[in-house]
């Protein structure tokens, strides 16, 4: 495509291919399984969602990423909230280390695990942000019951959550059957449509 470079292309055992790509109007972004992972249009679907629960005066001290991947919500979390403690959870470890090649992921100062996110059961925060597709797929696993308590009983009572969905074509149905589940754990919970995706906005109280 006119305007599109690829920078490297790497293999994965998790996300298969993966591309970094340089476009001139979305600059450098990280693309597995056809879909921007980091960096490009993801950057701005958590920017404008940070944006809306920063505007509430809303502090976040300690923040848990699962599915970190590039480091893209983790540079805006330190942007909006200079002074906080950042963790990110990642299984592949190639999309970190693209990632602090070429998306300044150091920058951004995270405590960085390589992990499977559905395992992760340590500490309190008060934004949890949860990013966990493979290409343009959502594991079962991350829908279940199990999971879904896990985040309600890691986040602080005054914390948020945040799930990013995609919003299109029959993953619309999937998402909204998703926020559903939601609403049966938390005790509020806001959607939200930036672009093609949905997210779904979580609060303990």
Not at 18 to 36: F, K, P
Not at 103 to 119: E, P, S
């Amino acid at each position: 495509m006119l305007g599109l470079k690829i920078s490297e292309e790497r293999k994965s055992p998790f996300n298969g291919k993966i591309q970094v790509v340089r476009s001139l109007g979305l600059g450098t972004y990280l693309q597995a399984g056809g879909i921007t992972q980091s960096g490009g249009i993801v950057e701005e679907i958590w920017r404008q969602a940070l944006k809306k629960v920063r505007r509430s005066s809303f502090i976040a001290h300690r923040v848990l990423i699962l599915g970190l991947g590039g480091g893209t919500a983790a540079k805006l979390v330190r942007k909006y909230w200079p002074n906080c403690k950042i963790t990110g959870v990642e299984i592949d470890p190639v999309m970190v280390e693209l990632g602090r090649k070429y998306l300044g992921l150091d920058k951004a100062k995270v405590k960085i695990i390589i992990a499977d996110a559905y395992k992760f059961d340590k500490g309190h925060y008060d934004l949890i942000l949860i990013d966990l597709y493979r290409g343009d797929k959502f594991p079962k696993k991350f829908e279940s019951e199990r999971f879904r308590s896990l985040v309600h009983g890691t986040l602080a009572d005054s914390g948020v959550a945040i799930f990013n969905r995609l919003y299109y074509g029959e993953k619309r149905k999937e998402a909204i059957k998703f926020g559903q589940k939601l609403e049966k754990i938390f005790t509020k919970v806001d959607y939200f449509y930036p672009q093609a995706n949905i997210m779904f906005l979580c609060y303990n109280k």
